[in-house]
């Protein structure tokens, strides 16, 4: 049978799940669309008004409130969009795990919760004194609604375990809650409407000590450009609204990494020699 009639036989939500099972997260109409007249025409919205004409404040409004419209910044300095602002109020308003938990399955301003199974919010100790901060769920952890499940998060088991920690007595989050389709990258946009959540989250927890497993986990904690390569292996002092005090954190390659680049377990291995040498020396304090 060819791969053009298996697709026929599904019904038309296993259809749907193959097709973002393989990456797919976007239809194509029939219809040609000309995207440059578009811009050009968001553009001219998008103009501010000459001096000394004014706005109504319903027209106002309108343009703060219209997708993608930049209303604020966000606390890493980018354009904060009313979706943005949205997660931002929703996250502060959590005074704990179990309502910040709540908050993350209500939300529906990101569109990757309508394409995942499940919200992965977290796994471990949250009074444990070690942070584990990832990057996204995979399809194993969108099955299971754990972060870190699968051959990866054995390696990242093994990891923790050679600096006597474990899931029992470590923490472990996502930078994302829900699974890109494909497990593609996360797009800026979702990254910039999650943080508010990754914030809290670790307000609440207070961890003493982060690790920040692969690039985005590191960019996003730090508000940095580089990659991993060069955000790694160094301490830096992570602040979010709600901690009174930075918490010391540092970058390490993704256990998804070291599986692909065995080399690399090495420097990883320093990494996580320096992470147990921050929390004895905190311990000893």
């Not at 209303?71 to 309502?99: F, N, Y």
Request: aromatic share 4%.
């Amino acid at each position: 049978m060819s791969d053009n009639h298996a697709i026929n036989d599904l019904s038309p939500d296993e259809a749907l799940r193959f097709y973002l099972d393989v990456g797919v997260d976007e239809t194509i109409g029939s219809t040609p669309l000309d995207r440059y007249a578009l811009s050009k025409a968001s553009a001219k919205a998008s103009k501010p008004p000459p001096p000394g004409v004014a706005v109504s404040p319903t027209k106002a409004s309108a343009v703060a409130q219209r997708p993608g419209a930049a209303a604020s910044v966000t606390s890493h300095g980018a354009p904060q969009s009313a979706v943005g602002q949205s997660a931002a109020i929703t996250a502060a308003a959590a005074t704990s795990l179990k309502e910040l938990k709540a908050a993350v399955e209500a939300f529906e301003g990101c569109a990757l919760k309508s394409t995942a199974k499940s919200t992965v919010f977290a796994d471990g100790n949250p009074a444990g004194r070690l942070m584990v901060i990832g990057e996204a769920p995979g399809s194993d952890e969108d099955r299971q609604g754990l972060p870190f499940i699968g051959v990866a998060g054995k390696l990242l088991d093994r990891m923790l375990s050679s600096i006597g920690y474990s899931r029992e007595t470590a923490y472990i989050i996502n930078v994302i809650p829900w699974r890109p389709p494909g497990n593609r990258n996360p797009t800026p946009e979702e990254v910039a409407i999650c943080a508010p959540f990754l914030e809290r989250h670790v307000a609440l927890v207070k961890p003493e000590v982060i690790l920040m497993v692969g690039g985005l986990s590191a960019k996003t904690l730090l508000n940095r450009p580089e990659g991993i390569t060069r955000l790694r292996g160094r301490w830096e002092a992570v602040s979010t609204p709600g901690l009174e005090q930075p918490i010391p954190a540092i970058a390490t390659y993704h256990p998804t990494y070291l599986l692909r680049s065995p080399q690399h377990k090495r420097l990883a291995w320093r990494d996580l020699l320096a992470v147990k040498e921050k929390l004895d020396s905190l311990a000893g304090a």
